[in-house]
C-alpha cells in the first residue's frame, strides 16, 4: 500500500507563493520530504529561499526556487511558464504570499490599501486563474489559499489585512463551486496567530495574554498549519471549505 502511494503523488507538481519564510517555508520542507515536485516562489528573501533549495537538494528532493512578485499578473504568468518547463505540469496551488500591518482605519492611505490588496487577495486571484489554464485542461487540480482568523472575525486596527482575508474566504467558497465539476477542489485555511516573523513585533507579555484566550494555551506552529495543508492535498471530498486552525481561539 505505501509503495502505492508513493508512485500516486511522486510525480506531482506543487507551487507555493511567498515560501522562503514562515508557514511558506514549513509548507515546502513538508510536501518536500513527501516527494512532490516543489517550486518555490518568492519575492524578497532570496538568500533564505536558496537555503532551503540547497538543504533539500541535499537530500534528493524535486525543488525550484523562483522570484516572482505574485502582486503582478505578468510575473504571475512567468512563474507558471517556469514551472511547466521544468515540470511540465501543476497539480497543486497554495497561495501563501501576503504582508500584514497594523493601523488605525483613518490613517491608512490609498497607497497602503492598495498594495495590501494587491499582495494579499490580487495575487490569489492571479496565480489561481493562471494555474486553472492547466488544471481545467487535465480535469483535476487542488487549490489551497492561506487566509487568517481575521477574515472571519475581523481585527481592530487590521481593516485592510482582515478585508482581503475576508475575500479569499469568499473567493475559495464561488471558485470551489466553479470549477467542482473539473475535479478541482479549492479550500482555504485560516490560522490564528502563528510563531512567525508577521508576528514577532508582540512582546512575550502580550503573547502570554493571548496564550490565556486559546483553550489549548498555545500559540501556533508553522508545522500546524503545513500539516494541514498536506491533509487537504490528500483528501479527496473537501472544498469550498474555510478551517480554521487557531487552537479553538475562534469557536
Known amino acids: ?3 502505492n502511494k508513493e508512485k500516486n503523488i511522486v510525480n506531482k507538481t506543487i507551487i507555493v507563493t511567498g515560501a522562503s519564510r514562515g508557514i511558506g517555508a514549513e509548507i515546502v520542507k513538508l510536501l518536500a520530504n513527501e516527494n512532490y515536485n516543489i517550486v ?4 524578497k528573501s532570496e538568500n533564505k529561499a536558496k537555503e532551503i533549495k540547497e538543504n533539500l537538494l541535499k537530500e534528493n528532493k524535486a525543488i525550484e526556487i523562483f522570484k516572482a512578485d505574485v502582486s503582478k499578473r505578468e510575473e504571475v504568468k512567468k512563474l507558471v511558464k517556469f514551472t511547466l518547463e521544468k515540470f511540465k505540469t501543476i497539480d497543486i496551488l497554495i497561495n501563501n504570499a501576503g504582508i500584514a500591518s497594523e493601523k488605525l482605519f483613518t490613517e491608512i492611505t490609498d497607497e497602503e490599501w492598495a498594495t495590501m490588496l494587491n499582495t494579499n487577495l490580487n495575487s ?3 496565480c ?4 486553472l489554464k492547466e488544471m481545467i485542461n487535465k480535469k483535476q487540480g487542488c487549490i ?3 487566509s487568517s482568523i481575521w477574515g472571519i472575525t475581523g481585527s481592530s486596527c487590521e481593516v485592510a489585512y482582515s478585508t482581503t482575508k475576508a475575500g479569499i474566504n469568499g473567493l475559495t467558497k464561488a471558485l470551489a463551486k466553479e470549477v467542482g465539476p473539473s475535479n478541482i477542489r479549492v479550500n482555504a485555511l485560516a490560522p490564528g496567530i502563528v510563531e512567525t516573523e508577521m508576528n514577532s513585533y508582540l512582546s512575550d507579555q ?19 498549519i503545513a500539516k494541514c495543508v498536506k491533509w487537504l ?3 479527496n471530498y473537501t472544498t469550498g ?11
Open 124 to 126: 490569489v486571484f492571479y
Open 233 to 235: 492535498i490528500e483528501d
Open 128 to 131: 489561481s486563474q493562471e494555474v
Open 40 to 43: 518555490l516562489n518568492y519575492n
Open 241 to 251: 471549505q474555510i478551517i480554521s486552525i487557531n487552537g479553538g481561539w475562534y469557536i
Open 206 to 224: 502580550e503573547k502570554n495574554e493571548i496564550k490565556e484566550e486559546i483553550p489549548l494555551n498555545r500559540i501556533g506552529k508553522p508545522s500546524d
Open 144 to 146: 489551497i489559499n492561506i
Open 1 to 3: 500500500m505505501e509503495e
